[in-house]
């Protein structure tokens, strides 16, 4: 679909439609369905969202534009539990839900007054055409639609524009954009990455409660703001956009995943209950948080990166949009897939192992991970 528009609309309504079923849910099997649809319709808006972004956002400036999403992400991952669990014991259960109603309703909204950059571009190209040419549909013989002429102000000169017949394939040798893509090592690479770094996110979203209550016997609350620890990092997502623009996604996504080497291999010397081990465990889940938000600003700048390294080469095999929307599916793809083997390969690892085998397993995988980042991520 060349508009984003369209999709993110139909997204959201969807992500409506499967909030009201959790809203009004009265058995499990409603909410299991509800928290599918809801899965499902938040990743198409996601994948679009990030697909408009990086349509939008300037060539040399697109890394510090993922960073200000990230630092976004992280504040609602935030707020959302502190307002939520606040209106739920003053106000009640349908208040949670009517603050989600209010943000979904609110984002259709604005999403209606989006004027996305291709269509502007042709509001400004339609300006410079001349009456005359705007009642001719298409040049004689060739077929050229009137809005690639150029105004005859401008140039005496008629300038035609379109794909060069040096460029163009048969339809039945052009692969899928999909397959285009997955054929790259770049985007292995990157999906590599990207899937190894979520890897480590949601692993401690299964273990990291269970330690402090075991280890220092906290409440469930305490608990929870143990995770501010990891995802107070991100918000230097656009100081580490901007890092990334400047010297490239290779060397800041390969720093940011060999950055949390360290610190997943001192996990181990949290063991015993004192305020040394807590600051100790904060102080280690910060690093923990700083190489994953490294790592991910730079990967997600490099998503589009790709697409724009392939139609360089290429131009045309991606489509007409530039394939940016199968390009951060992938992406979303590797968080799927992390956020169902990460929680149970570090479930396991931990209630067989242990805590300290968990965080040398990780620091493993981040190790094996920054070779092909160096190899395959280009500048």
Not at 17 to 33: D, E, N, R, Y
Not at 75 to 96: D, E, F, M, N, W
Not at 343 to 356: E, M
């Amino acid at each position: 679909m060349e508009q984003r528009r369209s999709p993110l609309l139909i997204g959201l309504v969807a992500l409506t439609g499967a909030t009201i079923i959790l809203c009004l849910a009265t058995s499990l099997p409603v909410l299991i369905v509800g928290r599918v649809l809801q899965g499902f319709s938040a990743s198409i808006t996601w994948v679009v969202g990030l697909t408009l972004l990086a349509d939008t956002a300037h060539k040399d400036t697109v890394a510090q534009s993922f960073g200000y999403v990230g630092a976004a992400s992280s504040l609602g991952t935030i707020i959302g539990p502190v307002i939520g669990g606040i209106l739920y014991q003053r106000a009640g259960y349908y208040s949670v839900f009517a603050i989600c109603f209010a943000f979904l309703g609110l984002d259709i909204f604005l999403r209606l007054f989006i004027v996305e950059k291709k269509l502007a571009a042709r509001w400004l190209q339609s300006s410079h055409i001349s009456p005359v040419q705007s009642d001719a549909t298409e040049l004689p013989v060739l077929g050229i639609p009137v809005h690639e002429i150029t105004h005859p102000n401008i140039s005496n000169d008629i300038e035609v524009t379109g794909p060069s017949l040096a460029n163009t394939q048969p339809e039945s040798k052009k692969l899928p954009t999909i397959l285009i893509l997955w054929k790259s090592p770049r985007m292995l690479a990157a999906f590599w990455g990207d899937f190894v770094t979520a890897t480590v996110m949601v692993s401690f979203d299964t273990t990291l409660a269970l330690f402090v209550s075991h280890t220092f016997h906290w409440s469930s609350l305490l608990a929870g703001l143990t995770f501010l620890a990891l995802l107070l990092p991100t918000f230097l997502g656009p100081v580490l956009g901007m890092a990334a623009d400047k010297w490239g996604a290779r060397w800041i996504s390969a720093a940011g995943i060999g950055f949390m080497i360290p610190p997943l291999i001192l996990l181990r010397l949290v063991d015993h209950e004192s305020v040394r081990q807590v600051v100790l465990l904060c102080a280690l889940l910060i690093l923990i948080g700083l190489g994953s938000a490294m790592a991910l600003t730079g990967l997600y700048a490099e998503y589009s990166k790709i697409c724009d390294a392939i139609e360089a080469d290429q131009p045309g095999s991606l489509g007409n949009n530039g394939g940016y929307a199968q390009s951060y599916g992938i992406s979303e793809v590797a968080w799927a897939l992390a956020g169902l083997i990460g929680p149970l390969v570090s479930g396991k690892i931990y209630t067989t192992a242990g805590w300290g085998t968990l965080g040398w397993v990780l620091s493993v995988l981040c190790f094996v991970t920054v070779i092909p980042t160096i190899l395959f991520i280009r500048r």
